[in-house]
């Protein structure tokens, strides 16, 4: 699906084989992410998420390929550079560094002002530890404080490889919130992770990686509508289950007992008409049914589907 | 450039690094000045390799005698510190987290190769001048003059001794950043340069007596001791130039073809 808006991100990358490599870490990725939205890459561990990153940020340089970010060629990332905060793998300070001394220097490389640091540590829920040496933090206080890094300068592109990794499920839920105020002002995101449940919640872009190869890019609604994991049934009274579900294996139907519910897995595709023939037998055999809805497929099970080849 | 050589600056001076420096450079004056009278040799051929002698001690560039013998031992400690805080770089990902906001990779090594390299040159102001001061205090008690040492030829002798150590130091750090732009990892890097500079440089020249005038680090140790038998000064200095601009180049040129991952 072609994006509506001008594209924060725009490129063809090759990152190909090499006297020293045999294998395409990247081969063929023609990657565009509309700006302003914020996008979940996503991909099994050496489908090339952190290499494609590292490729926007000059740190890995493409074997073929060309392309812009934010209106810059990557073949000069110093163009764009100062308009991007990445946190890619982990996050890099100096251990003998108090967390506000070490954005004061990463501050200073950038060029960026220092006045921001403070209100930065409050963001990212590090107030009242800036002060302290870096080596004294959790790993989730380290992940937030190379957050509030790429913060520093008020960049327009966020490029956060799992920037949820090592986080607590406060941290989780409060990473998921500030990226999504972040998304809020206008700011392009990219951000991998394998926690597809919180992209599926935070990300309104996907790009879907496998083996260096892009096998979905799109918006995550058009990923996930229309396409359903069966049909819900519950019939009024619980002890009228064994009937309903003798008679939906009588026609034919695979069906599963979840909790209270029956659900219908062969019911992907015309649902409605599958419905309506439910709906219709149920009746006729005098039950009522309280609940007859699709189940939405989660991001989880469509990527898998996509990764193993059984999508539809 | 100039923000790399801050933020290097901002990340090097720090209350507990300027009281560890100043500390090195006073324990340095004081068992550089304390060796160096002591062992001083009556007479003979004043070679600061093997010491000095009180000749050479009471004449001009007397007071900065001990400065410029005693430097000559921390060359490679001076080699040790740059390879462990470049090479730290590397390993930490701190190099990369750098590229990432700076991406021209020359800038960034020149940039914390120079400040490193201006903190280190303040350090051996003041170890000089501390050697001064500890030279005046000790000279008395081994009955050694200190007439000569305020002289204008003293005042040259204690600038060109200042030069030839940081001259010295320069070539150390450029080593030193070179074998961490190569190998990258702290202990490997080190384990490298520990090998390199210390047996194979010592054991090859007792029976390759050229060594001295082509081992990087025989080179640099004529430098600081401004001159050796076996390499003048003017050799040494151009040696050194060479040796430095080579190293220089692999630095930039492993540095610019790789990529950074971790």
């Excluded at chain 1, 219908?264 to 649902?271: E, K, M, P, R």
Aim: proline share 5%.
């Amino acid at each position: 699906m072609l994006p509506t808006r001008a594209p924060g991100v725009r490129c063809l990358i090759i990152n190909g084989k090499t006297p020293r490599r045999s294998w395409l870490p990247v081969d063929n990725l023609d990657l565009e992410l509309p700006s302003g939205v914020v996008a979940g890459f996503v991909g099994p561990n050496g489908a090339g998420k952190t290499t494609t990153m590292a490729m926007l940020l000059g740190l890995v340089r493409p074997t073929a390929g060309s392309g812009t970010v934010l209106g810059g060629s990557i073949a000069e990332p110093a163009a764009y550079l100062h308009r991007v905060g990445a946190l890619i793998e982990s996050p890099a300070f100096y251990p003998a560094l108090s967390g506000t001394e070490n954005l004061r220097v990463f501050a200073t490389v950038a060029g960026h002002p220092t006045a921001a640091i403070p209100e930065l540590l409050d963001l990212v829920g590090l107030d009242g530890r800036g002060d302290d040496r870096y080596r004294s933090y959790s790993r989730g206080m380290k992940q937030r404080l190379g957050i509030a890094a790429t913060l520093l300068g008020d960049p327009e592109l966020l490029i956060l490889d799992e920037p949820a990794n090592g986080l607590d499920p406060q941290g989780v839920q409060d990473m998921r919130s500030l990226i999504g105020r972040l998304a809020g002002t206008g700011r392009t995101v990219l951000e991998s992770s394998h926690d597809l449940s919180e992209l599926e919640q935070v990300c309104d872009w996907l790009v879907l990686l496998d083996t260096g190869r892009s096998l979905y890019q799109g918006p995550t609604r058009a990923l996930l509508d229309g396409v359903v994991a069966g049909l819900a049934v519950v019939p009024e009274h619980a002890e009228d289950l064994p009937e309903l579900r003798d008679l939906l294996v009588a026609d034919d139907h695979q069906v599963v007992l979840q909790d209270d519910r029956l659900v219908v897995q062969d019911a992907a595709t015309g649902i409605d008409s599958v419905a309506a023939a439910i709906n219709r037998a149920a009746f006729a055999s005098g039950m009522v049914l309280v609940e007859l809805s699709p189940l939405r497929t989660t991001l989880e099970d469509r990527y898998l589907a996509m990764v193993h080849g059984t999508a539809p | 450039m100039i923000r790399m050589i801050r933020a290097q600056l901002l990340r090097l001076v720090r209350r507990r690094t300027v009281l560890l420096t100043a500390a090195g450079c006073a324990l340095f004056s004081v068992v550089a000045t304390l060796t160096v009278f002591s062992t001083a040799q009556a007479s003979g051929s004043p070679s600061r390799q093997a010491g000095t002698t009180r000749a050479a001690l009471a004449g001009a560039g007397g007071g900065t005698e001990a400065f410029a013998v005693g430097a000559a031992f921390v060359g490679f400690f001076v080699f040790v510190i740059f390879i462990a805080l470049l090479a730290g770089e590397f390993s930490g990902g701190t190099f990369r987290a750098v590229l990432t906001r700076n991406p021209h990779r020359l800038q960034v090594i020149l940039g914390m190769l120079i400040g490193t390299l201006l903190l280190a040159a303040v350090a051996v102001a003041v170890a000089e001048a501390g050697t001064l001061v500890a030279s005046l205090l000790v000279a008395p008690t081994k009955d050694i003059p200190t007439a000569d040492w305020f002289s204008a030829g003293s005042l040259v002798a204690g600038l060109r001794d200042y030069a030839t150590v940081l001259g010295g130091v320069t070539g150390w750090a450029v080593f030193g950043a070179t074998l961490a732009a190569v190998f990258r990892i702290v202990p490997l890097a080190l384990g490298v340069g520990f090998a390199w500079a210390g047996p194979i440089e010592n054991i090859t020249v007792q029976s390759w007596a050229t060594g001295y005038r082509v081992f990087p680090g025989q080179v640099l140790a004529s430098l600081i001791q401004g001159g050796t038998a076996e390499l003048a000064i003017g050799r040494a200095v151009l040696s050194t130039f060479l040796h430095t601009a080579a190293a220089a180049a692999i630095t930039l040129v492993v540095l610019s073809r790789r990529d950074v991952t971790t």
